[in-house]
Antibody, heavy 119, light 107 residues
């Protein structure tokens, strides 16, 4: 059974930093692209960042480029999102999701972790 | 970036109704389209991938069609557990983008 456990969400002031973690199990983590997807309260889904299996390719949505950094540790089956210069509009539930490259879809989701940016 | 739109933004329907949701991409995405269902407070659930392939375990009343820029998700006979918000998502190119969602609620 696939399990994705996100952690690290918290209340942080604008301009602050936070590091999210995702512990993955139940699948071959090192074989999958991994993604962070977020959802602001009462809003839709937004793809945030993707990382290739070996970490050699990374992609970001324009709104977080230069502020967020996605990384992974395949030995620990873990995904990370370093978030700097946080803004109020970064407030959201953040989901860690394995990307099925062959079908272009996300079949397994964790419960998400809530990041609140507020003064 | 590829922009995704959905219509309608919301629909009121009754149990047993046939419901159709439309998704349009700003440029051709072949069949690189997925559909998700999300209920309040829950993570999204994959329903359809590759425009028309039913995800394992998803009831057959859900179906997807389309290619290029225009796609549809059809629920053939709405059930009580189907009241939720539905999102489309393109995977033709990064950044991956989602549609704004269609809320299906009780009439």
């Amino acid at each position: 059974e696939v399990q994705l456990v996100e952690s690290g969400g918290d209340l942080v002031q604008p301009g602050g930093s936070l590091r999210l973690s995702c512990a993955a199990s139940g699948f071959t983590f090192s074989s999958y692209w991994m993604t962070w997807v977020r959802q602001a309260p009462g809003r839709g889904l937004e793809w945030v960042a993707n990382i290739k299996q070996d970490g050699s390719e990374k992609y970001y949505v324009d709104s977080v480029k230069g502020r967020f950094s996605i990384s992974r540790d395949n030995a620990k089956n873990s995904l990370y999102l370093q978030m700097n210069s946080l803004r109020v509009e970064d407030t959201a539930v953040y989901y860690c999701v394995p990307y099925s490259y062959g079908s272009g879809s996300y079949g397994d989701w964790g419960q998400g972790t809530l990041v609140t940016v507020s003064s | 970036d590829i922009q995704m739109t959905q219509s309608p933004s919301s629909v009121s329907a009754s149990v047993g109704d046939r419901v159709t949701i439309t998704c349009r991409a700003s440029q051709g995405i072949s069949s690189w389209l997925a559909w998700y269902q999300q209920k309040p407070g829950k993570a999204p659930k994959l329903l359809i991938y590759a425009a028309s392939s039913l995800q394992s375990g998803v009831p057959s009343r859900f179906s997807g069609s389309g290619s290029g820029t225009d796609f549809t998700l059809t629920i053939s006979s709405l059930q009580p557990e189907d009241f939720a918000t539905y999102y489309c998502q393109q995977a033709k190119s990064f950044p991956i983008t989602f549609g704004p969602g269609t809320k299906v609620d009780i009439k």
